[in-house]
């Protein structure tokens, strides 16, 4: 099947600092990819739909200019967390659409923000 | 955000039995639904999809069942083996102008050896 990677897959950081991370569609291309936020023991929480070439689409309630989205090209979308905190800990999860069957995801990139 | 619930039910079956996992859907214009693996630390991984004209679909060893009266999605493992502890999520296609999917709250099971 279709892959997806994100990196890094874990990543420390102190409070006040950004982190970026970055999602990849590896032998595909993707045009519309989405980022998925979860806390332990919760289900996937839709954060925002990232737009190759376009603004990013956030669902309610989710800060765009905390979480920046950039799509820069058809196999690449990034997720900075800007001015972390801890409350920002949790596991981040791309996905992608390929060829408009079926959606597939990365592995997740945990963050833990002291 | 988006999401369906914030509990994590949990089910335990005997090794070699067979375990259903049940969903219930809120949206009646999705058509498209899926379930999805997530064992721990790891990204969810497809088992299994349904498109809204079909009532049932089988795959290996997994069967999934959809109700579109009741809103309502199964997922069924034959033979039930100690691999298949993880989380299950359902999921769903709103049909939106980017097919959003829209997870379920989740169903951890556990296989008793």
């Known amino acids: 099947g279709a892959v997806v990677s994100q990196h890094p897959s874990r990543v420390i950081c102190k409070s006040g600092t950004s982190v970026k991370i970055e999602c990849r569609s590896l032998d595909f291309q993707a045009t519309t990819m989405f980022w998925y936020r979860q806390f332990p023991k919760q289900s996937l929480m839709l954060m925002a739909t990232?737009?190759?070439?376009?603004?990013?689409?956030?669902e309610q309630g989710v800060e765009k200019d905390k979480f920046l989205i950039n799509h820069a090209s058809l196999t690449l979308s990034t997720l900075t967390v800007t001015s972390a905190h801890p409350e920002d800990s949790s596991f981040y999860i791309c996905?992608?659409?390929?060829?408009?069957?079926?959606?597939?995801f990365g592995p997740g990139t945990r963050l833990l923000v002291l | 955000g988006e999401s369906v619930g914030l509990h994590l039910p949990t089910l335990s079956v005997q090794e070699g039995d067979n375990s259903i996992i049940n969903c219930a859907y809120s949206n009646s214009a999705s058509d498209y639904f899926i379930w999805y693996k997530q064992e721990s630390g790891k990204g969810p991984q497809f088992i299994i999809d349904?498109?809204?004209?079909?009532d049932k679909r089988q795959g290996q060893r997994v069967t999934v069942l959809l109700n579109k009266t009741v809103k309502h999605l199964s997922l069924q493992i034959a033979a039930t083996q100690p691999g298949d502890s993880a989380v299950y999520f359902c999921?769903?296609?709103?049909?939106?102008?980017?097919?959003?999917?829209?997870f379920g709250p989740g169903t951890s099971l556990s296989v008793i050896p």
């Open positions: 996905s992608a659409w390929y060829q408009r069957e079926t959606q597939y």
């Open positions: 990232s737009n190759e070439g376009s603004k990013a689409t956030y």
């Open positions: 349904i498109r809204s004209n079909m």
């Open positions: 999921a769903e296609d709103r049909k939106t102008s980017y097919d959003k999917v829209i």
